[in-house]
């Protein structure tokens, strides 16, 4: 059973950084696509950044040259460092994992950004 696990998330003040980290579980890690998604308040989910097994990058354009995805498949885990943290970044923060016609979700990480 493919189990993600998101951490890293807290209170944090504009300008600042955190380091999201997803552990993954149950999957042989190096072969799926791994992503961040966001969703904040009355919104809908939206991409944050994607990282394919030949570590391919993709970023919203919102955060391109702020945050930066990465994956250790010795760890089995996929990272989001956030840099220069906006108000407008505050939002619940998803992992996700994609192969084939599997997609999965970890339960998500708290990010707040106070301006």
């Known amino acids: 059973q493919v189990q993600l696990v998101e951490s890293g998330g807290g209170l944090v003040q504009a300008g600042g950084s955190l380091r999201l980290s997803c552990a993954a579980s149950?999957?042989?890690?190096?072969?799926?696509?791994m992503g961040w998604y966001r969703q904040a308040p009355g919104k809908e989910r939206e991409l944050v950044a994607t990282?394919?097994?030949?570590?391919?990058?993709n970023y919203a354009d919102s955060v391109k040259g702020r945050f930066t995805i990465s994956r250790d498949n010795a760890k089995s885990t996929v990272y989001l460092q956030m840099n220069s943290l906006k108000a407008e970044d505050t939002a619940v923060y998803y992992c996700?994992?994609?192969?084939?016609?599997?997609?999965?979700w970890g339960q998500g990480t708290q990010v707040t950004v106070s301006s």
């Open positions: 149950g999957m042989i890690f190096s072969i799926y696509a």
């Open positions: 996700n994992a994609r192969w084939r016609n599997f997609d999965g």
């Open positions: 990282i394919t097994s030949d570590r391919n990058t």
